[in-house]
């Protein structure tokens, strides 16, 4: 970054201050920002580069071995110096040591929220209720490192001494997209004679097509959930466990083919789980934090202990670089400060995440329940009700698949849509040029996205005045780029860090909890209520809304219709 920009930073450092900040829009620098941006809004990218011929190499932050571009973000280096006012102004720093402190920063549950602690070093202590966690986090990590490496030299075999071949993780939400996510990514790094598979829809076509060809002696389900009451998982794993059955025609068999990853072990054990399967989390840590805990088990299995570690010390990187680093150089915050003045400054409803890494293909979907289920919030901290945005929409898909879809919307549509780009600089899988031209095309996209095609350059190239209008490209689309050496495991962990804690400080900004998620209660409830009324034969009276009453009732009759052909 700017050498003066950075001088002009560093004196905020000093300005921490413990008073209860106002209210975020009636704020010195919250009106700073707004006033600044109506200033800028009309200058477009094009002229910024044009004012200032080094801005690619001013607007580069490297941190732990990322690099991460926002020259083609639509700010000046004055955006930037408020922002990193508004995050001083925050309490951000107060915030972030009260997280790594294991304070209850999660204010709705009254609890702390330390995914910091599941990958801290052996050495670290961090004491919740008078027990040192992170000892804790070790022996759960050695448990799991005797079980990964038995599997994966067949000294932990099947019921009938079969090795074990198909390891399929059942489990929903953080219990799901974080280790399937990471089995995916880390593909290159796997033991390529283990399937892996993952099953969270309760719709049962997910679970007859996973295990429609698998050999139960060999299969072993691995069921995660933090509370192992998840209507979803709950009803998968009994189907698991129904599916072993009738394979193995053995009830005792079904111990050396079942696991479970819960924080109630009690949950896990009244499921029939003997504790040599049963791996333990805590309450302390959110489902959508949760990949580095024995929610990760199958990731383990996969791709080894050293691999996983390895990943485990990109995250602690990371998270030390979160914690220790002064904003001006701090990659999570200047990151979720971006975020900040795209979404409540330039009214953008949605971020694009567009990772040019195969590998990546779940990294969008990871995202969007890291973002949306932490920041989709409208109470504050005090559950007072906000009056300004919180968390925008997140989606995504590989690079160059997007292309030819979607990104038509991004140089011509009508909406302002801020893009990830990230890319690796070597190939994990080269194959002719095609690394280079991915990359090219990467590289190619924030340019035009940034700077268009003007109605004269169209004509200058030869197109017709009539025709130059619908070839024109209007450009100033905001992106930043994340570049990497190349996708390994602890690059992995570098990754998913920096955009958790980039959550973290969005969070924080805007007064909320991150890490409860009520919402999603509510229709949790209400399929608790409603699915006993598709399988009422009594056909009782619906005292629902008029809305769901006919839904439910069409549904009864298509079925009493379905019994009477069958009949
Ligand atoms: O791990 P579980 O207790 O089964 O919970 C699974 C998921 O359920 C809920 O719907 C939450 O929204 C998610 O945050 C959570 O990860």
Request: proline share 4%.
């Amino acid at each position: 970054m700017n050498q003066s920009l950075q001088r002009q930073l560093t004196g905020f450092e000093t300005h921490i201050s413990d008073q209860v900040p106002a209210p975020l829009t009636r704020r010195k620098t919250w009106l700073a920002l707004e006033s600044h941006h109506a200033r800028i809004k009309d200058t477009d990218l094009r002229t910024l580069f044009s004012d200032d011929p080094q801005r690619g190499e001013r607007m580069l932050l490297e941190a732990t071995g990322i690099y991460f571009d926002f020259s083609k973000q639509r700010l000046t280096a004055e955006t930037v110096l408020l922002l990193m006012e508004l995050a001083h102004e925050s309490g951000l720093r107060h915030r972030i040591n009260a997280m790594f402190a294991g304070e209850n920063i999660n204010v709705s549950e009254q609890r702390p929220a330390l995914h910091i602690a599941l990958r801290a070093p052996a050495s670290a202590v961090i004491m919740v209720d008078g027990v040192d966690v992170v000892n804790q986090v070790h022996k759960v990590l050695d448990k799991m490192t005797d079980f990964a490496v038995g599997l994966r030299n067949d000294l932990i075999c099947g019921y009938t001494g079969k090795p074990i071949r198909n390891i399929i993780n059942i489990g929903i939400g953080g219990s799901h997209l974080g280790p399937a996510m990471a089995c995916q990514a880390l593909r290159h790094y796997s033991k390529r004679d283990l399937n892996i598979q993952f099953i969270a829809n309760v719709d049962a076509t997910q679970f007859l097509e996973t295990t429609a060809d698998l050999n139960p002696e060999e299969t072993l389900f691995i069921i995660v959930s933090k509370t192992f009451t998840t209507q979803e998982t709950m009803l998968n794993a009994q189907a698991a466990k129904a599916w072993l059955l009738a394979g193995l025609k053995n009830p005792q068999a079904l111990a050396c083919h079942l696991v479970g990853v819960s924080a109630h072990a009690g949950n896990v054990a009244a499921f029939g789980i003997a504790p040599a399967y049963s791996f333990e989390i805590w309450d302390w840590v959110g489902g959508r934090y949760s990949l580095c805990s024995a929610v990760g088990l199958a990731v383990m299995i996969a791709i080894g202990p050293t691999n996983f570690r390895a990943m485990l010390a990109g995250f602690q990187q990371m998270d030390e670089h979160f914690r220790s680093a002064p904003f001006d150089c701090n990659l999570p915050v200047l990151m979720g400060l971006l975020g900040i003045w795209n979404h409540n400054f330039g009214a953008a409803q949605t971020v694009a995440v567009l990772p040019y890494e195969q590998y990546l293909q779940g990294f969008p979907a990871y995202l969007q329940q890291l973002f949306m289920e932490s920041n989709g919030k409208s109470v504050n901290n005090a559950g007072e009700k906000l009056d300004y945005q919180t968390s925008p929409i997140y989606w995504g898909e590989v690079g160059t698949n997007g292309q030819h879809s979607f990104y038509q919307l991004l140089h011509q549509g009508t909406q302002l849509i801020p893009c990830d780009f990230i890319g690796f600089v070597e190939a994990l899988n080269p194959l002719g040029k095609q690394h280079e031209l991915l990359l090219a095309n990467m590289f190619a996209q924030s340019e035009a996205l940034a700077f268009g095609k003007t109605h004269a350059e169209a004509v200058q190239g030869g197109t017709p005045d009539w025709l130059a209008p619908h070839q024109t490209c209007p450009g100033n689309q905001p992106s930043s780029t994340l570049l990497l050496e190349r996708l390994s495991p602890e690059a992995l962990g570098k990754l998913v860090a920096l955009y958790e804690h980039s959550v973290f400080t969005q969070g924080v900004i805007w007064d909320i909890d991150s890490f409860d998620q009520w919402g999603v209660e509510l229709g949790k409830v209400l399929a608790g209520q409603i699915a006993p009324e598709l399988e009422n034969t009594q056909r009782s009276s619906l005292q629902l809304d008029s809305s769901t009453n006919n839904l439910i009732s069409l549904y009864r009759r298509s079925q009493q219709l379905l019994e009477t052909h069958t009949l």
